[in-house]
Structure formats: C-alpha cells, structure tokens
C-alpha cells in the first residue's frame, strides 16, 4: 500500500511512501530489477528504439521493478499539443510492454523540465520520492531525485535529509555528479557543479551512508561506472551513468541499460549490476 503525504506549504503532492511490511523476509531472495534511461520518444526513431529495448529489458530474466531516469520524452522546444502526443506515445509503449505486472517510477530530465505538468500526468506525479521495492517487504527503497535544472530541488534535499538507517536504498536521478575520475568519461558541461554535489554528498546523513546500495543517474548517454570511491564518506558506494534507449545524439556503443540483481540474506541487502547493450 502506498501512502502519500503532502507538502505543508501547497496543495501539491511531492512524496509517495510506502510503509514497511512487518512479516519477516525469507532467508535469501533475489529480486530483478532494471535501471533505463534517456529514451527521448518524439525525437526521430526513438519510439522504436524504446519499444524494442523494453521489450529486452522485460524478456532478460524475470523483472519485478524498472526504474526511468528522465529524458523519457523529448517534449523541450515544442508546443504543448505535441509534447502531449510524445507523452502518450510513451505511455502507450510502457502500458503495452510492462503493463499491470511490472511497476516503475522515473526521474525527470531536463528534457521534460518545461512540461512539469504533463510529466506528472503521464509518467509520474511525484517528482521525488520512495518506494518500496517489489520483493524486498520494504527493505529496500527506490528513491528518486528531482535535478531536471541541474540544480538540487528543495524537496529532494528534504528527502534526503530524512533518510532511515533501517533501510537500503537505490538512488535514481537524471543529472550525473561531478564525481573523481568521471570527466576523462563525460563532458563537463554534462555534469552537476561541484557545488550541487557535494551538497547531495552532505544531505545524506551519516547513519545512512553504508545503506545507499547504488546511486544512477543518466542526462550524458554514456555507459560509465566508477573505479575509484566517489567521496571520502562513501568509499564502497557503486555510482553509474545509464546510456541511451532512444534514437537522440546516442551511440550504439551506449545504447542499453543496467540489469541488476538485488538480493537480501538475513535483512542484508548486496546488489549486481550489468551493463546490457541493446544494438
């Protein structure tokens, strides 16, 4: 069950909850879960890329749960009954393919960032948020960020300041942070400032910080992972950058996404992540 609580300042709802289950987990369990980002549909062939794409993600193992990093439309630069139309083309890609069995949230883009409105209508209504994973009775929360303007929402600053110790957590959100070693990879002007980074870094109480099980972003349409600790405080902490599943400024060579493998033994959280190409 979720439950959703609203802002004490407007009438807007920000964060969807789901409380955790009481009954015990078993003693092992492995959850498949999938990690996508930047589809762009409404941009050239995108539409069928995507399609095809989820399709794999969905026939690759036995998916419990997906998570969308934003940029899922390219709806920037149009009028509003066209980014409606892109919208719905995703929408229908992702009823059509995942259907009731399989649920997911995604992060915005900068993509989507002029069209907040039809975001929240068709993709998802809470720009930042956790859920429970499918599987896991609650252990572990998929948390999403709001960053579509390369600066930190308020909301997501909040969340993250609120994180539980009791739990583990997989963090999703579009713009990649400035972390060692990532711009012999990525572009400098495809990053979050230095600023706005250490800002996520510090918002995480220390409590929480050997919970947070992996962190993925996207925005660079680049396969990218970490071989060195991304911050001092968070030393074993796996850090990604998703590729592309659409047809806009992406390489073959990046085009696919990340299959992970979650699994808890004895309300111990360990997860396996890789890299999937899709041509």
């Known amino acids: 069950m979720i439950k959703i609580v609203k802002k004490n300042k407007s009438n807007v709802d920000n964060y969807c909850f789901n409380p955790p289950n009481q009954p015990g987990l078993p003693s092992a369990i492995t959850v498949n879960l999938a990690v ?25 193992g036995n998916k419990r749960y997906i998570i969308f990093g934003g940029d899922d439309v390219h709806a920037g630069g149009v009028s509003t009954a066209e980014a409606t139309r892109r919208y719905q083309q995703f929408a229908s ?4 393919v995942l ?16 069209t907040t409105n039809l975001f929240r209508r068709y993709v998802n209504r809470y720009l930042t948020g956790y859920v429970g994973i499918p599987g896991t009775q609650g252990l572990v929360r998929h948390l999403w960020l709001d960053n579509a303007n390369r600066r930190w929402s308020q909301d997501s600053l909040n969340l993250l300041r609120s994180l539980d110790p009791n739990y583990y957590y997989i963090i999703d959100f579009h713009w990649p942070l400035r972390v060692p070693g990532i711009t012999n990879e990525i572009h400098d002007d495809h990053l979050m400032t230095q600023g706005e980074t250490d ?10 910080r050997n919970r947070i099980l992996a962190i993925f972003t996207h925005h660079a349409h680049k396969l990218f992972s970490n071989s060195v600790p991304i911050n001092p405080s968070f030393p074993n902490t796996p850090f990604y950058v998703t590729g592309c599943s659409g047809d806009y400024a992406c390489k073959s060579v990046d085009r696919g996404y990340y299959d992970l493998n979650l699994t808890i033994q004895n309300n111990i959280a360990t997860l396996q992540t890789t890299p999937i190409r899709v041509q």
């Not at 996508?36 to 690759?60: A, C, E, I, K, R």
């Open 36 to 60: 996508v980002g930047d589809s762009h549909v409404g941009f050239g062939n995108s539409q069928s890329m995507f399609n095809n794409l989820l399709q794999n993600v969905v026939n690759n």
């Open 199 to 208: 800002m996520f870094f510090n918002a995480i109480p220390a409590n929480v």
């Open 99 to 114: 259907g009731t069995n399989i649920p997911y949230r995604s992060s915005i883009g900068n993509w989507e960032d002029s």
């Open 93 to 96: 890609i992702i009823n059509n």
